[in-house]
């Protein structure tokens, strides 16, 4: 079908759609049509505790964002989201009201093990973001609620956490809402929420890493007691770390129940790395024969096992 042809078939369809009336819509949720600010997410994995932010992102769109509400409707911090009753030149986001922070449905924010927000807990589970924004301070607001649109309905009695934080300007426009997470150590991530010039930080701490870590392996362990491939995974993960004292024990206990060549040579790799030279030459060999008694191809092992001798001299 020409170009032309096939655009004024794809009009003619598009108007037929409407013509037909909101009811079709209506008695058909499922179509999925395009948002003037559309849904996005950030995930990031804090050791092993997954934060996730679902939300949609409004435009500037060349509007005033940021500004004190009018004095008709300044009382009190109900939310000033509805387009419909917002004052001729008012700010979209008016200081000291509820802002959804977003666009659409409630922004949700969503974790898998108990955290802090700026030194303060918050238990795992999914929640609505809101805040109060104003131009020395934030409120960052986690409300029990997840499933609520933007923050029409939404309710302080139902609120979980409220946290303080500082707002900065940036130098560069933000032209769609982003929620980024900039910043990420072994333990703790910060989430940043950008829209215009302003720039919003937080911090989300998982301060008990360690533990949760332990019981997860505990847990697969229990599950699976002679699967020599968990412990040896710890193992890895320790030596990608350079914790050498960890990694060797749990090499130990991979090859204590069963011994192979996978967790010989991955152990003889650990002595290497961390300087036990000659260990890591006699357990080399060790591997060698045991991949071929078990008909395992070792190659590249004895390839690299060579160059480690010959790096030695």
Not at 69 to 78: E, F
Not at 130 to 136: C, D, L, M, Q, S
Not at 197 to 217: D, G, H, M, Q, Y
């Amino acid at each position: 079908m020409p170009l032309k042809r096939f655009h004024i078939w794809s009009v003619m369809l598009v108007f037929a759609c409407l013509s037909a009336g909101s009811t079709t819509f209506a008695q058909n949720p499922t179509v999925r049509l395009p948002r003037p600010s559309q849904k996005a997410s950030v995930m990031q994995t804090i050791g092993v505790t997954d934060l996730t932010i679902t939300y949609s992102r409004p435009g500037v769109r060349g509007r005033k964002i940021w500004g004190e509400a009018p004095p008709a409707v300044a009382k009190g911090t109900a939310t000033l989201d509805d387009a419909n009753l917002r004052l001729k030149n008012a700010p979209i986001v008016p200081y000291g009201h509820v802002w959804r922070t977003g666009a659409n449905e409630a922004t949700v924010f969503a974790i898998t093990d108990d955290v802090l927000i700026n030194g303060q807990k918050l238990s795992a589970g999914t929640y609505s973001l809101h805040t109060i924004p104003g131009k020395k301070e934030w409120t960052i607001i986690f409300n029990s609620d997840a499933g609520q649109w933007g923050s029409f309905f939404y309710d302080e009695k139902k609120d979980v956490l409220r946290v303080k934080a500082k707002p900065e300007r940036a130098r560069d426009n933000q032209e769609w809402l982003l929620y980024s997470i900039p910043v990420v150590t072994p333990t703790s991530a910060q989430v940043l929420i950008r829209w215009e010039k302003a720039a919003v930080p937080f911090t989300v701490e998982v301060s008990n890493a360690e533990a949760l870590l332990r019981a997860r392996i505990d847990a697969a362990l229990a599950a699976n007691p002679t699967e020599w491939r968990i412990p040896l995974s710890v193992a890895n993960m320790y030596g990608a770390f350079e914790k050498w004292d960890e990694a060797l024990w749990w090499a130990d206990q991979s090859i204590k129940l069963r011994e192979t060549f996978q967790n010989l040579s991955a152990k003889a790799q650990m002595l290497f790395n961390s300087g036990r030279k000659d260990e890591a030459f006699a357990l080399g060999e060790q591997a060698i024969q045991r991949g071929k008694a078990d008909k395992v191809d070792t190659d590249r092992f004895e390839k690299r096992l060579a160059d480690w001798r010959a790096r030695k001299t």
